[in-house]
């Protein structure tokens, strides 16, 4: 019944029972995705950097979305402005406390986290859509808020904030050194997150993602890991923001619209709900879709002539659009569970289940 | 780890051993001359939605360890009488003790804390989580860390995580779950879910246990099998059962005391041959035959 697991691999105490990964094979495997990414900068160039940076900052970003939708399935649509809100506390507090970045980082992370539970105690009452739609309101509460207050945030002209220094000779504003940075606070914020995911509160939030009134009179309270489980997501939210802000060295508030909120949902139904694999699957997918949509447009200049420039526009909202509406039709339960199937048919080889 | 071991080891000979040492440490009453005293009391409940009178004056005692099966037509307010105990409805007038305390107020899952530990008549389990994590999560209020303890995932988390998951395995050995532990909970078979749910239950460490119909839809064996968890979980850890049943050959069986609601009213409360001849009763609900 439970093939989860490959062959021959068996629990002798309840320590090995709460392994992640099992076999020498998958933790050399595992090992060696960690150095391979952080080798692939001396590959791939300038062009590959510029890539992979954003997707380490989505990457976070994706997370927290997973913990508040996929885990704990209250529906936000409201994430790019808590990552706006990490980017702009970063720039403020280095322009009007001149903190460094090291200090502002853990910063961005907490101020993304107090907005989150203030938006957050609608879920206390709501559930479903209409949640949705209170979420939806702290977007544009938060972004009208950045656009209006010039005085501190220089409305919609936007803010410069500037990268970590030299720390232990390694000098950050060099492009590759930051993505070693970005790389490293994702895989700590990946690590947070799964281990988030299999402890107390992330079976507390499966719970109330699954029935909430029965985890009430289960003991859990509701109300508080609702919060918790928003205050968490708009962390890594902040953190996300804070990671891709510097990276530019500037922050405009027409960086973070709905339709990225609206996006961030979709990829995460692409990477799957209720997996921490399926968040980065579903950052990987769409980073990597915005790059494609700006290869093909040139392309499409011989199909088009010269209208191919106002169509390029529209080119990445079209891939966004079709590969959503694919999954939606092919595998909703996205990237992760289709892996998963993988997995399972390879454990189980020759026999069909 | 060899404490843990060690445990399991003595299990074989007692059952639910390392639950019953996790509520012996903070039962209440100790020896066998509280038994008949009432652990649960409810008095005078008044539940009304509307214009239609849910409960009316119910007052009714669960006493030591005993086994108190409600029984009463549809409708008749059994499910309601249990959601007031549980803090899910809210009754207009009355109030209700546990041990003393009043928990009238309490948002209910404080008074799950407490140890009053339900099952759903209509199964309410976290369909996404495994058997195992089911049961865990039941244990979530007796969990001791926090969540950014767990998030860093220190040692004592983890080790933590291991007795809880040990205290799990007593539940799933108990209960016969060993085959499906490690399956999503959406895709078992119904009978087995009943099973998983009462596990839950169990892993809340109950000083008292309600149960809403844990036998509907069931065959013959499967009663059987849930008749002798049942009286196995009285007497193991010593704690009194209030049980809604229709299945009345398995009511007068198991039943220590019987209390009978109609429309909202009680209409007669004793043992099983009392009720058998309660001319109230049989008008009500188990008519002539």
Same mark, same amino acid.
């Given at each position: 019944?439970?093939?989860?697991?490959?062959?021959?691999?068996?629990?002798?105490?309840?320590?090995?029972?709460?392994?992640?990964?099992?076999?020498?094979?998958?933790?050399?495997?595992?090992?060696?995705?960690?150095?391979?990414?952080?080798?692939?900068?001396?590959?791939?160039?300038?062009?590959?950097?510029?890539?992979?940076?954003?997707?380490?900052?989505?990457?976070?970003?994706?997370?927290?979305?997973?913990?508040?939708?996929?885990?704990?399935?209250?529906?936000?649509?409201?994430?790019?402005?808590?990552?706006?809100?990490?980017?702009?506390?970063?720039?403020?507090?280095?322009?009007?406390?001149?903190?460094?970045?090291?200090?502002?980082?853990?910063?961005?992370?907490?101020?993304?986290?107090?907005?989150?539970?203030?938006?957050?105690?609608?879920?206390?009452?709501?559930?479903?859509?209409?949640?949705?739609?209170?979420?939806?309101?702290?977007?544009?509460?938060?972004?009208?808020?950045?656009?209006?207050?010039?005085?501190?945030?220089?409305?919609?002209?936007?803010?410069?904030?500037?990268?970590?220094?030299?720390?232990?000779?390694?000098?950050?504003?060099?492009?590759?050194?930051?993505?070693?940075?970005?790389?490293?606070?994702?895989?700590?914020?990946?690590?947070?997150?799964?281990?988030?995911?299999?402890?107390?509160?992330?079976?507390?939030?499966?719970?109330?993602?699954?029935?909430?009134?029965?985890?009430?009179?289960?003991?859990?309270?509701?109300?508080?890991?609702?919060?918790?489980?928003?205050?968490?997501?708009?962390?890594?939210?902040?953190?996300?923001?804070?990671?891709?802000?510097?990276?530019?060295?500037?922050?405009?508030?027409?960086?973070?619209?709905?339709?990225?909120?609206?996006?961030?949902?979709?990829?995460?139904?692409?990477?799957?709900?209720?997996?921490?694999?399926?968040?980065?699957?579903?950052?990987?997918?769409?980073?990597?879709?915005?790059?494609?949509?700006?290869?093909?447009?040139?392309?499409?200049?011989?199909?088009?002539?010269?209208?191919?420039?106002?169509?390029?526009?529209?080119?990445?909202?079209?891939?966004?659009?079709?590969?959503?509406?694919?999954?939606?039709?092919?595998?909703?339960?996205?990237?992760?569970?289709?892996?998963?199937?993988?997995?399972?048919?390879?454990?189980?080889?020759?026999?069909?289940? | 780890?060899?404490?843990?071991?060690?445990?399991?080891?003595?299990?074989?000979?007692?059952?639910?051993?390392?639950?019953?040492?996790?509520?012996?440490?903070?039962?209440?009453?100790?020896?066998?001359?509280?038994?008949?005293?009432?652990?649960?009391?409810?008095?005078?409940?008044?539940?009304?939605?509307?214009?239609?009178?849910?409960?009316?004056?119910?007052?009714?005692?669960?006493?030591?360890?005993?086994?108190?099966?409600?029984?009463?037509?549809?409708?008749?307010?059994?499910?309601?009488?249990?959601?007031?105990?549980?803090?899910?409805?809210?009754?207009?007038? @009355?109030? $209700? +003790? &546990?041990?003393?305390?009043?928990?009238?107020?309490?948002?209910?899952?404080? %008074? /799950? #804390?407490?140890? =009053?530990?339900?099952?759903?008549?209509?199964?309410?389990?976290?369909?996404?989580?495994?058997?195992?994590?089911?049961?865990?999560?039941?244990?979530?209020?007796?969990?001791?860390?926090?969540?950014?303890? @767990?998030? $860093? +995932? &220190?040692?004592?988390?983890?080790?933590?995580?291991?007795?809880?998951?040990? %205290? /799990? #395995?007593?539940? =799933?050995?108990?209960?016969?779950?060993?085959?499906?532990?490690?399956?999503?909970?959406?895709?078992?078979?119904?009978?087995?879910?009943?099973?998983?749910?009462?596990?839950?239950?169990?892993?809340?460490?109950?000083? $008292?246990?309600?149960?809403?119909?844990?036998?509907?839809?069931?065959?013959?064996?499967?009663?059987?099998?849930?008749?002798?968890?049942?009286?196995?979980?009285?007497?193991?850890?010593?704690?009194?059962?209030?049980?809604?049943?229709?299945?009345?050959?398995?009511?007068?069986?198991?039943?220590?005391?019987?209390?009978?609601?109609?429309?909202?009213?009680?209409?007669?409360?004793?043992?099983?041959?009392?009720?058998?001849?309660?001319?109230?009763?049989?008008?009500?609900?188990?008519?002539?035959?």
């Amino acid at each position: 019944m439970n093939i989860n697991r490959p062959c021959g691999t068996f629990d002798r105490n309840y320590f090995q029972a709460k392994e992640l990964y099992r076999t020498p094979l998958r933790k050399t495997l595992l090992a060696l995705f960690i150095i391979a990414m952080y080798v692939i900068p001396f590959v791939v160039g300038e062009y590959g950097i510029s890539i992979l940076t954003p997707i380490c900052a989505f990457t976070i970003g994706m997370l927290g979305l997973q913990i508040i939708t996929g885990y704990a399935g209250q529906i936000s649509i409201g994430h790019a402005a808590f990552m706006g809100i990490g980017m702009y506390t970063v720039a403020i507090l280095q322009k009007y406390f001149g903190f460094s970045f090291w200090l502002a980082l853990p910063f961005s992370g907490l101020v993304a986290m107090a907005v989150g539970i203030i938006f957050g105690i609608p879920a206390l009452r709501m559930k479903g859509l209409y949640l949705a739609f209170a979420t939806l309101a702290a977007h544009f509460v938060i972004v009208y808020v950045i656009s209006n207050w010039r005085s501190v945030t220089n409305g919609t002209d936007g803010m410069y904030m500037s990268r970590p220094g030299v720390l232990f000779g390694i000098d950050f504003t060099d492009d590759r050194n930051y993505y070693f940075l970005a790389l490293t606070v994702t895989a700590i914020m990946t690590y947070l997150a799964t281990n988030l995911a299999r402890t107390k509160l992330g079976r507390a939030l499966v719970a109330v993602r699954d029935n909430d009134i029965a985890a009430e009179l289960m003991g859990i309270n509701v109300g508080t890991t609702k919060v918790l489980a928003f205050g968490i997501g708009c962390f890594f939210a902040g953190v996300s923001g804070a990671i891709g802000g510097a990276y530019y060295e500037y922050v405009n508030v027409e960086w973070f619209g709905l339709d990225d909120s609206i996006w961030y949902l979709g990829f995460l139904v692409v990477g799957g709900f209720g997996s921490i694999f399926g968040a980065i699957a579903g950052a990987v997918v769409w980073k990597v879709m915005d790059e494609l949509s700006t290869l093909v447009t040139p392309l499409t200049e011989a199909l088009l002539g010269g209208a191919a420039f106002y169509a390029s526009a529209a080119f990445s909202l079209l891939f966004y659009s079709l590969i959503i509406i694919t999954f939606l039709v092919f595998e909703p339960r996205g990237i992760s569970h289709r892996w998963e199937m993988i997995k399972r048919s390879y454990r189980l080889h020759p026999f069909p289940y | 780890m060899r404490d843990i071991t060690k445990k399991r080891e003595q299990r074989y000979s007692y059952g639910l051993a390392l639950l019953r040492e996790c509520i012996e440490k903070k039962r209440l009453w100790t020896n066998n001359e509280d038994e008949k005293k009432a652990v649960l009391r409810v008095e005078n409940i008044d539940l009304s939605f509307g214009d239609l009178r849910a409960l009316n004056n119910v007052s009714v005692d669960v006493r030591g360890h005993e086994i108190l099966a409600i029984i009463g037509p549809n409708g008749a307010g059994k499910t309601s009488l249990l959601n007031v105990i549980s803090g899910f409805y809210r009754a207009q007038r @009355g109030d $209700i +003790y &546990f041990n003393e305390e009043k928990i009238t107020r309490f948002s209910s899952h404080k %008074i /799950a #804390e407490r140890g =009053i530990c339900r099952t759903f008549q209509n199964i309410a389990l976290y369909s996404g989580l495994t058997v195992t994590d089911n049961i865990i999560a039941g244990r979530h209020p007796h969990i001791n860390y926090n969540f950014l303890t @767990g998030m $860093i +995932y &220190f040692p004592w988390a983890n080790r933590e995580e291991a007795y809880q998951r040990a %205290i /799990a #395995e007593d539940i =799933i050995d108990f209960l016969e779950l060993e085959h499906v532990r490690g399956s999503v909970v959406g895709m078992l078979a119904y009978g087995l879910r009943k099973r998983v749910e009462l596990g839950r239950a169990l892993a809340l460490e109950p000083r $008292i246990l309600l149960l809403d119909e844990p036998m509907a839809g069931m065959n013959v064996d499967e009663k059987e099998d849930m008749a002798r968890f049942i009286i196995d979980i009285n007497e193991f850890l010593k704690i009194p059962i209030v049980l809604i049943e229709h299945d009345m050959g398995v009511v007068m069986d198991i039943a220590d005391r019987i209390f009978v609601l109609d429309f909202g009213n009680p209409i007669a409360e004793g043992s099983p041959e009392e009720i058998k001849q309660n001319q109230k009763v049989i008008s009500a609900y188990l008519g002539t035959g």
